[in-house]
């Protein structure tokens, strides 16, 4: 039973831009604290960006910061990651993940153990290539 949905991935040039989405179709995300996260072929899977429940606290990765947003559409129930800049090291499957909130945002996005969170997305590819 598929409970977060991820998408708005898919194949932009660099400098390119993308957002995505990340949708719960059994909950309410306003409760949860949120993180993208992602996993390049060969490489460990990285936090990207975390926020807290509601308009909580937010945290970006060194390598994104100043080029992603996380923010809430509480109207449509989902959690956007606004993309900018897309780099060819920004190719990766892109995951959401919900958890209740526990610790801090920072934290949260440095713990990437699935079993972690209460709840996990299917993923979505991101490919940054000329």
């Known amino acids: 039973q598929v409970q977060l949905v991820e998408s708005g991935g898919g194949l932009v040039q660099p400098g390119g831009s993308l957002r995505l989405s990340c949708t719960a179709s059994?909950?309410?995300?306003?409760?949860?604290?949120i993180g993208w996260f992602r996993q390049a072929p060969g490489k460990e899977r990285e936090g990207v960006s975390c926020m807290g429940s509601s308009d909580g606290p937010t945290y970006y990765a060194d390598s994104v910061k100043g080029r992603f947003t996380i923010s809430r559409d509480y109207a449509k129930n989902t959690v956007l990651l606004q993309m900018n800049n897309l780099k060819p090291e920004d190719t990766a499957v892109y995951y959401c993940?919900?958890?209740?909130?526990?610790?801090?945002?920072?934290?949260?996005?440095?713990?990437?153990?699935?079993?972690?969170?209460?709840?996990w997305g299917q993923g979505t590819q991101v490919t940054v290539s000329s």
């Open positions: 993940a919900a958890v209740r909130p526990s610790t801090t945002v920072q934290v949260m996005c440095l713990t990437t153990s699935r079993g972690f969170f209460d709840y």
């Open positions: 059994e909950f309410t995300l306003d409760y949860y604290a």
